[in-house]
């Protein structure tokens, strides 16, 4: 039996976990929620409410190393235990050197040695800065240069991975772990001690300049034009134009991230992600963590963390949809660990996993799923009040009633990644979503006179050329034929019903007026067969 890992399924990954295909339906907790098992107990009748066949949570840094080289993992023992116990997986994220850009959850015994284990000089010789753009507040994270924190960060998670490893390398509860969470340096493009503005004056390292070079096809615009306008050789100036500060900052991040994944996976293999804190329209590096794995950084990712397996983005802001267009170039498996928990949870799901064939969805904060939204929600998830949607908690039966769905048939789900035998779509895209697969259309309509709602997502598996599986949610459907010489259609059975071990059960089969109004405002799983002819 194989660890849990990634395998290529017509050029998409495919999660596996004990050599059998699994997509993460999955929430991340509360920061702070993982340090207690105890109190874990809740977080996971939550978890069960909602659905989930998983849960992505924090293993901090100052917990599993108090003091230096005196390591305890029975928390993390504890929250595996756990998890087995409700038959559930585990994403584990490794809240080292890094956590929103900061160094929050490093021990105390790296935080007080300032002289061992270097903070960024955002401002040249100063360890913190004020964050004008945050009320002021002190900002303060570790160097991406220091040699000294990397190393000692890189020992932490490989004893990590070496104790998951021991305890529970045959079960696999633990199926993928982030390393480090939001990495990168606020305030500045780029750290500004002695020591950076060396590094920066001196030469690119000629080979990833040179893949830089031969690899622009799908940069970002502005990353694209500044690396082709630059010299082959030089300066990161030289090189990088525009784009140097952040591109430098980029490539030790990576490295530095690298480094620690490469000592846990030297021991356990399993598959591992990084997050990011996205950029917004008109943000410059440093308005967002520059140098985390963003799109518009991902090839420097690629080259310079080959043991980073996933890019992640964090997804609290409106063009949800653009950033999952952006985070699957470069074949970058989708892979949400953090999204929010408002209206559009639901159907953004169906999108992700129909369309883009992703790994994990995982609204973070799950534990509040339909509560009211707080001030404090709306905070944490950028505050965006464009979209009523945005500010309108996600029913919790309802996306308790996908997430069934989804996980009885992810093994079907997973057998069409990278085909076109599986398609989805959600109301973000647009009113309505045509999905055109052989023979047949099949037409969500999201926007329509008959409904109140504007929350819908649709996913279609084509099970053969006139038989369908169709998750649809807040949408009206339409079928269609493809082919011009046989026009006419007709839907031989319309069948509700469930995935039981596998296997289709029916509920009930439609006919009359429910195939001829075909509205479903209520997550409904659907199995149609139709037949054009002439
Ligand atoms: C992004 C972080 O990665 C999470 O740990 C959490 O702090 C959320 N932001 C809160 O919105």
């Known amino acids: 039996m194989s660890y849990p890992h990634l395998e290529e399924r017509n050029g998409k990954k495919v999660l596996m976990v004990h050599d059998r295909p699994f997509i993460m339906l999955c929430g991340e907790a509360h920061n702070s929620n993982s340090s207690s098992v105890e109190y874990m107990?809740?977080?996971?009748?939550?978890?069960?409410?909602?659905?989930?066949n998983s849960m992505v949570m924090p293993v901090t840094w100052e917990l599993v190393e108090p003091e230096e080289g005196?390591?305890?993992?029975?928390?993390?023992q504890g929250l595996i235990e756990q998890a087995r116990r409700r038959g559930k997986k585990i994403g584990f994220l490794w809240f080292g050197a890094w956590k929103n850009a900061q160094g929050y959850y490093a021990p105390e015994w790296v935080k007080t040695d300032l002289v061992r284990f270097k903070r960024a000089q955002v401002v040249k010789g100063k360890n913190f800065i004020r964050n004008e753009k945050f009320y002021g507040t002190p900002y303060t994270t570790f160097s991406y240069l220091c040699e000294e924190t990397k190393a000692a960060d890189a020992k932490a998670f490989a004893k990590l991975m070496a104790f998951i490893k021991e305890f529970d390398g045959e079960e696999n509860t633990v199926i993928t772990v982030q390393v480090e969470n939001e990495t990168g340096l606020m305030g500045a493009a780029r750290e500004n001690s002695d020591e950076a503005?060396?590094?920066?004056?001196?030469?690119?390292?000629?080979?990833?300049?040179?893949?830089?070079?031969?690899?622009?096809?799908?940069?970002?615009?502005?990353?694209?034009?500044?690396?082709?306008?630059?010299?082959?050789?030089?300066?990161?100036?030289?090189?990088?134009?525009?784009?140097?500060?952040?591109?430098?900052?980029?490539y030790y991040v990576s490295s530095y991230v690298n480094a620690v994944a490469e000592a846990g996976k030297k021991i356990y293999p399993?598959?591992?992600?990084?997050?990011?804190?996205?950029?917004?329209?008109?943000e410059q590096p440093g308005d967002y963590p520059t140098g985390g794995p963003l799109a518009r950084v991902m090839e420097v990712w690629h080259y310079c963390a080959p043991c980073i397996d996933i890019l992640c983005p964090d997804i609290?802001?409106?063009?949800?949809?653009?950033?999952?267009?952006?985070?699957?170039?470069?074949?970058?498996?989708?892979?949400?660990?953090?999204?929010?928990?408002?209206?559009?949870?639901?159907?953004?799901?169906?999108?992700c996993i129909g369309k883009h064939h992703a790994i994990c969805y995982s609204p973070f904060g799950f534990e509040e799923m339909g509560d009211p939204f707080t001030n404090t929600m709306m905070f944490l998830f950028g505050a965006d009040t464009t979209d009523p949607a945005l500010q309108t908690p996600?029913?919790?039966?309802?996306?308790?009633?996908?997430?069934?769905?989804?996980?009885?048939?992810?093994?079907?789900?997973?057998?069409?990644?990278?085909?076109?035998?599986?398609?989805?779509?959600?109301?973000?895209?647009?009113?309505?979503?045509?999905?055109d697969?052989?023979?047949?259309?099949?037409?969500?309509?999201?926007e329509s006179p008959i409904s109140a709602r504007k929350d819908g997502g649709c996913l279609v598996l084509k099970e053969s050329e006139d038989t369908f599986y169709i998750i649809v949610h807040a949408a009206m459907l339409q079928y269609a034929s493809n082919d011009p010489a046989r026009q006419s259609l007709d839907v031989l059975a319309l069948e509700e019903g469930q995935f039981v071990d596998g296997k289709w059960v029916r509920g009930r089969r439609f006919n009359g007026d429910e195939v001829a109004i075909t509205s479903y405002m209520e997550p409904t799983l659907l199995k149609v067969k139709l037949f054009a002819y002439d």
């Open 437 to 446: 697969m052989g023979t047949f259309r099949i037409n969500a309509i999201f």
């Open 316 to 351: 609290y802001v409106p063009f949800f949809t653009k950033v999952c267009e952006d985070m699957t170039k470069l074949g970058n498996p989708l892979y949400i660990p953090e999204c929010a928990t408002h209206s559009y949870a639901a159907s953004r799901q169906l999108y």
């Open 270 to 282: 399993l598959p591992m992600t990084a997050n990011c804190w996205l950029n917004k329209p008109g």
């Open 41 to 52: 107990e809740k977080v996971w009748d939550k978890a069960e409410a909602l659905g989930m």
């Open 394 to 435: 996600q029913k919790v039966e309802e996306y308790c009633a996908l997430n069934r769905m989804l996980d009885s048939m992810k093994e079907l789900i997973a057998e069409k990644y990278g085909t076109n035998d599986l398609q989805g779509s959600c109301i973000e895209e647009g009113p309505a979503a045509f999905f």
């Open 70 to 76: 005196v390591f305890d993992f029975s928390g993390v």
């Open 197 to 250: 503005d060396a590094l920066f004056a001196g030469p690119v390292p000629q080979d990833f300049a040179d893949y830089m070079k031969a690899h622009t096809e799908a940069m970002t615009e502005d990353v694209k034009a500044a690396v082709e306008a630059g010299a082959a050789a030089g300066s990161w100036t030289e090189v990088f134009g525009e784009v140097a500060e952040e591109i430098f900052s980029a």
